[in-house]
């Protein structure tokens, strides 16, 4: 797990383009799927939260799935 | 004779010698206004940074104010000190006073052209520094929500630029802070470069800086054509964003920032479009997240089978769990499905929902179980051998079993 601090738009972006990339071109298998939508989902939440400067919520988050 | 008198004859002489109005090409060294509106400036002509003729002159309050709005009109920088000029003058000798010049007119056409044959004397410099594309090759940032302003905390430019930041209608955080700046005037230079090297000190806590211009007087613009600013800009880590507020050509501020605007509000919306852009990268991603979540779920081959599998194989073996259940599993599963699809409300929390049902804790909840055989969960039940020692894991607790025989995925078991 990245560390919250590690964690910015740049990394986010780059993360959630890989797991797209990865659920688009391999065989998922559904442990796998759902650890991967779990992540991907806590991505967009962060990005979304930071972009509209929640960053209370944010910080939440991380701590519910760090 | 008398000085009175002496002077009164070089008086008469002056006005004798030189009767006329003439044209004279000079730099203004000082100027300052009195209480009363007159004016009064040093003139000077200057070679190679040396003094080679000095003047005094004078223009008159009430030509003084028609002469100034004129002048800066056209040449869209005021009267003021450092600039050069051309001035239709009367020379006068004054017995208290001494020789001085008295301004009757000033052509503007001659300092506009001064002004841009200096700027382009600039432009040159910076080409030949090699510098002059340095701030456009730098990468905009990601996300430019952090903006380091630098303008007159006080100035229209910079309320208009904040409210529109601010009230951006897609709910985006902005986080701007001011380093003021004097953007005319004889300090401004010092002024910028002192505001630039304050954000530069702390240029990780900013992803742009925007160069905004305060107002004030809407023709004086020489601090923007200065080649100390216009380097700064040039080398400085950030992007530079300018919104000077003009309709004439670029200051070179403007062609050495990374990006100019006319104005601040469209600095503004050029910052809030640049988020704009991520945002909807994120949700792009998040839509194919969605689908190919709901693709890979769907696929009859693939999850809901192995899901089947699995438990039916438990079903066989371990627990008599009935085919309703299963299908009751099933149809969980195609709820969760539905709402993967119904992507245009609530994406995420399809997927969330769908994370949920996929949850093996869940799954163990409503009753079914996992069996493992040397700690790997089961699938095939002919890799067990009979006699075996299988650990079942229920919701509460676990089971230890030995195996008395296998069976295919019909449900029938063999042997014993």
């Known amino acids: 797990m990245v560390k919250p601090k590690e964690l910015s738009y740049g990394s ?3 993360e959630l383009e890989e797991i797209v990339g990865g659920m688009e071109s391999e065989a998922v298998d559904v442990d796998a799927l759902a650890e991967r939508v779990a992540r991907a989902s806590f991505l967009i939440r962060f990005c979304k939260e930071r972009l509209k400067g929640a960053e209370d919520e944010v910080k939440k988050i991380v701590l519910e799935i760090g | 004779m008398t000085l009175l008198e002496l002077n009164s004859l070089v008086k008469a002489a002056v006005s004798g010698a030189l009767p006329d109005l003439y044209w004279v090409i000079a730099e203004i060294a000082e100027l300052k206004l009195n209480q009363k509106g007159h004016c009064y400036m040093d003139l000077v002509e200057k070679e190679d940074n040396r003094t080679i003729a000095q003047m005094k002159a004078t223009v008159w309050a009430y030509e003084y104010r028609t002469l100034s709005r004129k002048f800066e009109t056209s040449a869209k920088t005021p009267l003021k000190q450092g ?14 006073y001494g020789l001085s010049l008295n301004i009757k007119d000033i052509d503007p056409a001659y300092t506009v052209g001064e002004t841009e044959l200096r700027k ?3 432009v040159e410099r910076l080409r030949k520094e090699g510098i002059i594309d340095l701030n456009r090759g730098i990468s905009l940032p990601l996300v430019p929500q952090r903006i380091a302003i630098i303008s007159s905390p006080t100035a229209a430019g910079y309320g208009d630029f904040t409210e529109h930041l601010e009230k951006n209608p897609y709910g985006y955080k902005f986080y701007h802070t001011i380093f003021p700046a004097l953007m005319q005037g004889e300090d401004s230079e010092k002024s910028v470069l002192a505001a630039f090297d304050a954000i530069e000190k702390q240029k990780d806590n900013f992803d742009v800086a925007a160069l905004i211009r305060g107002g004030g007087s809407a023709a004086d613009l020489g601090c923007f054509d200065n080649y100390a600013i216009a380097a700064r800009i040039a080398r400085f880590s950030l992007p530079v964003i300018t919104g000077i507020g003009h309709e004439k050509d670029d200051t070179i501020s403007d062609i050495v920032a990374h990006t100019k605007m006319k104005t601040p509000t469209a600095v503004a919306e050029f910052l809030i479009s640049g988020v704009g852009g991520f945002a909807e990268r994120i949700s792009a991603l998040e839509g194919s997240v969605g689908l190919y979540a709901a693709r890979l779920l769907s696929d009859s081959s693939n999850v809901l089978n192995l899901l089947t599998r699995r438990f039916t194989l438990l079903a066989a073996h371990v627990f008599t769990v009935p085919q309703g259940r299963l299908d009751e599993l099933g149809n969980r599963l195609s709820a969760g499905l539905k709402q993967f699809f119904q992507i245009k409300t609530g994406r995420l ?3 969330e929902q769908a994370v949920r ?3 093996p ?8 179980s996992i069996t493992r055989y040397k700690g790997k969960a089961l699938k095939d039940s002919s ?3 009979n006699g075996a020692i299988i650990i079942t ?3 509460k607790g676990r089971l230890g079993s030995i195996v008395s025989g296998q069976g295919g995925t019909d449900g029938k078991t063999e042997g014993a």
């Open chain 2, 383 to 385: 890799i067990v051998p």
């Open chain 1, 12 to 14: 986010a972006l780059a």
């Open chain 2, 120 to 122: 382009k004397e600039i």
């Open chain 2, 83 to 96: 600039i050069k000029a051309l001035l239709q003058v009367a020379v006068n000798f004054h017995e208290v």
């Open chain 2, 357 to 359: 049902l996929l949850d």
């Open chain 2, 361 to 368: 804790a869940k799954v163990l909840e409503r009753g079914y």
């Open chain 2, 349 to 351: 929390a399809a997927a």
């Open chain 2, 393 to 395: 894991e229920l919701y």
